[in-house]
T-cell receptor, first 111, second 115 residues
Framework: GENVEQHPSTLSVQEGDSAVIKCTYSDSASNYFPWYKQELGKRPQLIID?????GEKKDQRIAVTLNKTAKHFSLHITETQPEDSAVYFC??????????FGPGTRLSVLP | NAGVTQTPKFRILKIGQSMTLQCTQD?????MYWYRQDPGMGLKLIYY???????DKGEVPNGYNVSRSTTEDFPLRLELAAPSQTSVYFC??????????????FGPGTRLTVL
């Protein structure tokens, strides 16, 4: 079955710097890759997603890139702010299968 | 729309007790899911349903049961609670069309402690 790895497990950046989180997946048939943000004690919320027919997607300070050949996708956050501090989860999915989540990355943005 | 709602928010059980976690969505989603999240960990799929009357096991189904009699409701039953079931439980739903996926919406979670 699908396996999703996520790195790093923790990440600390200075406010205003960029943060990059990378995920790799094993099933070449996976075609949908969402990213979720989970603040402490709250539910996961979708922040951006990408489908396999697209290489990059951007939404203000957040972008996701996908490399299907290498089977990895990355979340990029620019101009980080303290409110970006949270746990971020990647996931992958293909038709007929369920979402498989990565183990999460705890991002801390230091003022 | 209330989205995905879960009750209760918190619960403490004694070993061997049973309980039902409730989940309701008002978005007419066909897919519903139950996940557990252990402290500092990711989400593990317990059970899922592709529509009323259809359920299937996920990655960690042992010790749990589900039913889906309506599109809106997807309760999770814990029988003979064990300390290993201490976790936060999230219900989620999504609408799946044949050629695309839509966003998966999560409920607020139920924090369960088994002592």
């Amino acid at each position: 079955g699908e396996n999703v790895e996520q790195h790093p497990s923790t990440l600390s950046v200075q406010e205003g710097d960029s943060a990059v989180i990378k995920c790799t997946y094993s099933d070449s048939a996976s075609n949908y890759f969402p990213w979720y943000k989970q603040e402490l004690g709250k539910r996961p919320q979708l922040i951006i997603d990408i489908r396999s027919n697209v290489g990059e997607k951007k939404d203000q300070r957040i972008a996701v890139t996908l490399n299907k050949t290498a089977k990895h996708f990355s979340l990029h956050i620019t101009e980080t702010q303290p409110e970006d501090s949270a746990v971020y989860f990647c996931a992958s999915k293909n038709y007929g299968q369920n979402f498989v989540f990565g183990p999460g990355t705890r991002l801390s943005v230091l003022p | 729309n209330a989205g995905v709602t879960q009750t209760p928010k918190f619960r403490i059980l004694k070993i061997g007790q049973s309980m039902t976690l409730q989940c309701t969505q008002d978005m007419n989603h066909n897919y519903m899911y139950w996940y557990r999240q252990d402290p500092g960990m990711g989400l593990k799929l317990i059970y899922y349903s592709v529509g009323a009357g259809i359920t299937d096991k996920g990655e960690v189904p042992n010790g749990y049961n589900v039913s889906r009699s309506t599109t809106e409701d997807f309760p999770l039953r814990l029988e003979l609670a064990a300390p290993s079931q201490t976790s936060v439980y999230f219900c989620a739903s999504s609408y799946r069309a044949e050629i695309s996926y839509n966003e998966q919406f999560f409920g607020p979670g139920t924090r369960l402690t088994v002592l």
